[in-house]
């Protein structure tokens, strides 16, 4: 039989076992935006190989998600390893570690009879740490379809042996088919040489700010040292932070947020302004919501609306954005777009109605990227009508802030935004604006929590150590099924509430576990991160029914509403978007150099902060983040979409793998609500009215979306330097 070619890939020896390796070209720093399937097809090629893109675009990206399997020289066989994330109600599956969930469907063609390769009955498939140092049975293979088993390592091999018997849990059997997952691409960057003398092409105003110059940006102690060059690097923006010309002693204390109780018509004052702000022993200045970090929380019933006075008392231009609330256009806080930008010192007036039960949020709308970093944000619960529960309730949000090695806060570009690439991530994680949260409670309790995410960047992976977790509810409503879950994954923006019990006492913590990456020698490491505890007495909590919070409930009004909308799984999309990005010819060449060796592989989420030098230099003259639909090539604010008020939109939106950085985008529209009907093409077993969508680098998602809400609105990327960079649109419904 005639061996079957497959281009671009190696077989190199690793451990007694041959292992592909393949090898891409990089993406060109002109064109990121330009397809190019790591492996080409070539003439031949069995269907067990993975696919080509799907030209539809509702699949996941081959290159990211599907092994191809390699066969022993003395065989013919082929096959493909394709990795689908696991069941998931969030749009990433990860563990409560961090480590992402694949399902292993093994797909082979020409596996001979197993008898006629020795004393073996069963062929099996395996995956393994690149050292082999660990192991896992994934299941018994044949030809044709199977779905192995779940891996979760985070760069691993896939082999299918024949071996002596269906039980055994070690290989012992000889190899028969071998390959390994893209990550195992991730390669260091030392291995390419960087200018050692770059120049000074920063001048002196860049340089300085009434603050000082431009300090170093923190570096992780965890991860290798940036390449050399770098640090004669600087964002090409004046550096700014707030209250440069204040005396910060004489500013108001920052105060714990304070709960206000609205009622239909009643009027808010709320002013945005500077405030005294200590985190972990050092004083800043800082922008707060009426002194108060987070802002004031706002608990109103269901179909209230309010009247808020706002003044505007910081030094920069500002507007508030009613972050998922179905509200008239005319006050959703867009400045240049529904309302000019609210100049210092002046007021403006926005009446709020609130239409659907659920937690939102309020936020500066205008650069968000150093406003709402700094403050200016805070939680709304708009309470179902009707609703008379006594439960207990925790309104948590989750942000983090950027400190240097000398312990001043990380200045902001004042005429643009600078990590315009892979965003700002802080180092310095918070709750509730406090660097630990604390509760008590008692045995046997069971909690309501309620997550917003108010980072510029950060996606999070928060879970409480030892309690069990049920799902709940999302954006704009509850789940037609609630859901137990190992740990809630947080985009920005996004809101998830989930139940809590505490059947032990002591101390209970709740943690962010990620797996970061070092970029520089292309490695995983875990990153844990104590947010605070919760704290469980001895003594047990009366008159709570353990036994209901283990029954998962089936909200059936939910169901009636969201159940009919499957009918458009089927439907072709209406709309269609795809995420990129497009450097400029002023990105710096050695940013160029380490960027194109990151292109062998993206993670589907980046976790965390780990490539602190590279980060902060590129501004938004450096890169353009695009929202572009593939139909027309527009991009961004060219996109013309006119809806009318009741149309039920279907938009595809993918995050294209081929692109010069691709990293995840949390997707927010502005005025309406939506469910995921489908991610990668298949369906969302379990619906949920949302407003921002989190899609990993690689994956598509098909919305439909309820235009229900008239106006002029906007939909962008809520990583806040993304939007800076022009990851934005406008859509009318009429």
């Known amino acids: 039989m005639k061996r079957r070619s497959r281009p671009l890939l190696l077989p190199v020896l690793l451990g007694g076992a041959f292992i592909q390796l393949a090898v891409s070209k990089p993406a060109h720093a002109q064109q990121p935006q330009t397809p190019s399937p790591l492996i080409e097809p070539a003439t031949g090629i069995s269907s067990a190989n993975c696919p080509s893109e799907d030209s539809s675009g509702t699949a996941i990206d081959p290159d990211l998600y599907c092994i191809d399997l390699l066969s022993t020289p003395d065989l013919d066989a082929t ?32 596996l001979p009879d197993v008898h006629t390769l020795g004393p073996y009955t069963h062929y099996v498939a395996w995956s393994a740490t690149t050292t082999l140092s660990a192991m896992q049975r994934l299941g018994d293979v044949k030809n044709g379809e199977t779905r192995a088993g779940r891996t979760s390592f985070n760069k691993f091999f896939v082999f299918v042996t024949a071996e002596p018997d269906g039980i055994t849990e070690s290989r012992r059997g000889r190899m028969v088919l071998r390959g390994m997952s893209a990550s195992t ?15 000074d092409t920063t001048s002196a105003v860049h340089r300085m700010h009434m603050g000082g110059p431009w300090p170093m940006p923190p570096m992780d102690p965890r991860v290798s040292n940036a390449m050399p060059g770098l640090d004669r690097l600087l964002p090409q923006a004046t550096p700014f932070l707030p209250g440069a010309l204040a005396n910060v002693a004489t500013l108001p204390a920052a105060l714990p947020r304070r709960v206000l109780d609205l009622r239909d018509g009643d009027t808010l004052a709320l002013k945005a302004g500077l405030v005294r702000r200590t985190i ?9 919501y009426n002194n108060q970090v987070p802002g004031p929380l706002l608990r109103v019933q269901q179909d209230a609306t309010i009247i808020v006075n706002f003044t505007n008392a910081i030094e920069l231009p500002s ?44 936020h500066a709308h205008h ?11 805070g939680n709304i619960f708009v309470r179902a009508t009707g609703d008379r529960s006594s439960r207990s309730e925790e309104m948590l949000m989750l942000d983090d802030i950027l400190i240097s090695d000398d312990g001043r806060l990380m200045p902001y570009g004042l005429e643009r935004a600078t990590h315009a690439i892979m965003g700002r991530f802080g180092n310095v994680l918070l709750v509730n604006g406090q660097t630990s949260y604390d509760k008590n409670v008692q045995k046997g309790e069971i909690v309501r929590f309620y997550f917003t995410n108010a980072s510029n960047t950060r996606t999070w992976n928060v879970s409480f150590d030892g309690a069990q977790m049920k799902l709940v509810a999302s954006d704009a409503g509850k789940y037609e099924r609630e859901e ?41 490491f875990p990153e844990v991160d104590t947010l605070g505890y919760v704290h469980v007495a001895e003594q047990r909590a009366a008159n709570v029914d353990s036994t209901a919070f283990l029954r998962l409930a089936k909200n059936r009004v939910v169901i009636a509403q969201l159940d009919p909308l499957r009918k458009y799984l089927d439907r072709p999309a209406d709309k269609q978007l795809e995420l990129t990005v497009k450097p400029t010819a002023s990105l710096p060449f050695p940013l160029i150099q380490l960027m194109r060796i990151d292109t062998m592989y993206f993670h589907p989420i980046e976790w965390s902060g780990t490539m602190a030098m590279m980060d902060w230099i590129p501004t938004t003259t450096e890169a353009i983040w695009m929202l572009r639909e593939p139909s027309t090539g527009l991009v961004n604010n060219a996109i013309k979409w006119n809806f009318k008020r009741g149309d039920l939109v279907k938009v595809r939106i993918t995050n294209l793998r081929h692109s010069f ?6 997707i927010h529209l502005h005025g309406q609500r939506f469910v995921i009907l489908a991610t990668n093409g298949h369906p969302n077993p379990n619906l949920v009215w949302k407003d921002t969508v989190l899609l990993p680098v690689g994956m598509t998602a098909d919305l439909l979306v309820d235009m229900s809400n008239p106006g002029l609105w906007m939909l962008h990327c ?17």
Do not use: C
């Not at 002591?506 to 970029?519: E, F, K, M, S, Y």
């Open 661 to 666: 950085h691709g990293m995840q985008h949390p």
């Open 718 to 734: 809520h990583i806040a330097e993304h939007l800076e960079a022009g990851m934005s649109m406008l859509f009318n419904v009429r």
């Open 79 to 110: 096959g493909s390893a394709r990795l689908t994330p696991a069941p998931s109600p969030f749009t990433v599956s990860v563990g409560a570690d961090g480590h992402q969930l694949y399902d292993v469907t093994i797909v082979a063609t020409d």
């Open 484 to 524: 137990m879950i190992e740990s809630v994954v947080v985009g920005p923006a996004e809101r998830y509430v989930v139940d809590v019990r505490f059947a032990k006492a002591g101390a209970v913590a709740l943690l962010n576990r990620v797996q970061a990456i070092d970029h520089v020698l292309g490695s995983f």
């Open 185 to 199: 691409r991730l390669g260091a960057h030392s291995i390419q040489m960087l200018p050692s003398a770059l120049g």
């Open 319 to 362: 507007a508030i954005h009613w972050h998922g609330i179905r509200l008239e256009n005319a006050f959703d806080g867009v400045a240049h777009v529904t309302q000019d930008p609210v100049a210092p010192g002046s007021t403006f007036r926005y009446r709020v109605h609130f239409p659907d039960a659920g937690i939102y949020w309020y």
């Open 367 to 377: 650069r968000e990227d150093i406003e709402q970093d700094m403050g200016l944000y």
């Open 280 to 288: 972990n022993g050092r004083t800043y200045a800082m922008y707060a």
